[in-house]
């Protein structure tokens, strides 16, 4: 007799939680996209205790059939993708079909979810990956998803958890990012009760900033808007004066996903050249699209990291198109080389 066997679900699902859910911001970045998946137009976002105690994320989007409630919880189990030509263009935020059972093996989630304004929709509840209701309920249009007491079952993660502030501070870098990612989208965000960000849903992505980094800050940006046949890009930038020590300041978004690339930072920085001091970031959101064939996100299990497949035309189009922006305000003399 072999010894080779199966890991059974619980097990398997308790082993890609380790890797999908690091920390409550972990937990909220599967939600949120989610969320954006679902082309909601409302995503309130409310946390207790850095998110330890309590996630809620409540959306108006396309909300989850009854039938389908218990399936989004089961492993590999996605409405995004269903062959693997889909791997290759991907224009969902998810795809993995791991988020939900990861994070339902070592928290308690009470999902609740209706697909239309009938009043009617249903609520599954599992704790510790063991389910304890699946029944029709009263609910509103869309999806609302509580996550209590994050690593309950998991005493050695939870040991690792930092301070409440830590915590909440990678809390709020996720949904600055989703927020600034997806201007069209009405993003709350609430802490222990009260309200650290609101912004408007209407499009203008400067009044996002604006909600986020001050509105001095959001006024004295410039506007970033280039094409060419494979890219296009528009973002606001700070001017030189407006800078960072930290090179947070930077958000790159590749087809409305937050992501960590030098490949766009680096030819940012090589724009502003000798208008930044040395260390210094500018306050910077860019927005860049491109057909999904030209990236590849599934490189990394968070999505936070992809790889582009003309890696050095997007440089080179990224520099250009900040110099420009640059340029027309006057910040490089015109005929100087940058
Ligand atoms: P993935 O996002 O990779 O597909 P998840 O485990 O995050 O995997 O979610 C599983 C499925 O549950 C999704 O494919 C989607 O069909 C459904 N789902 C999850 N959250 C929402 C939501 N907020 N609104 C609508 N559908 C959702
Ligand atoms: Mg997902």
């Known amino acids: 007799m072999g010894i080779i066997r199966p890991l059974d679900d619980h097990l398997a ?60 919880f089961q492993r590999h189990a996605t409405s995004k993708i269903a062959t693997g030509k889909d791997l290759f263009q991907i224009s969902t935020l998810g795809f993995r079909g791991e988020a939900l059972p990861s994070i339902a ?87 222990n009760g009260n309200v650290l960000l609101r912004t408007p849903g209407n499009g203008d992505l400067r009044q996002v900033v604006a909600a986020i980094y001050g509105t001095s800050s959001a006024k004295a940006m410039i506007e970033v808007r280039e094409d060419n046949p494979d890219y296009s890009i528009i973002g606001l930038t700070a001017m030189p004066i407006e ?20 490949a766009v930072v680096q030819p940012l920085m090589q724009a502003y050249h000798t208008l930044l001091p040395l260390h210094r970031y500018p306050l910077t959101v860019l927005d860049l699209r491109m057909h999904p064939t030209l990236v590849d996100v599934n490189v990394h299990p968070a999505k936070l990291e992809v790889r582009f497949s003309k890696e050095n035309e997007l440089r080179s189009f990224v520099e250009s198109a900040v110099k420009k922006a640059l340029g027309s305000e006057a910040y490089i003399p015109s005929g100087t080389s940058v």
Do not use: W
């Open 13 to 72: 699902n308790q082993i890609a939680a380790g890797e999908v859910v690091e920390r409550p911001a972990s937990v909220l970045k599967e939600l949120i996209e989610n969320a954006v998946d679902a082309d909601s137009s409302r995503i309130d976002v409310s946390a207790e205790e850095g998110g330890l105690n309590s996630l809620r994320v409540a959306d108006n989007g396309t909300g989850i059939q009854s039938d389908d409630l218990l399936l989004a």
């Open 105 to 191: 093996a070592v928290a308690k989630v009470k999902c609740v979810s209706a697909t239309d304004d009938s009043g009617l929709g249903r609520v599954v509840e599992i704790e510790g990956g063991t389910l304890l209701a699946n029944r029709d309920t009263n609910a509103p249009k869309g999806t609302e998803m509580i996550v209590k007491d994050l690593f309950y079952n998991t005493p050695a993660r939870l040991k690792y958890m930092k301070t409440i502030q830590t915590e909440l501070g990678h809390l709020s870098d996720v949904v600055y990012r989703q927020a600034l990612a997806r201007p069209d989208i009405a993003f709350t965000f609430s802490h």
């Open 243 to 262: 800078t960072r020590a930290n090179r947070n300041a930077v958000t790159v978004l590749v087809n409305g996903r937050y992501v960590r690339s030098q």
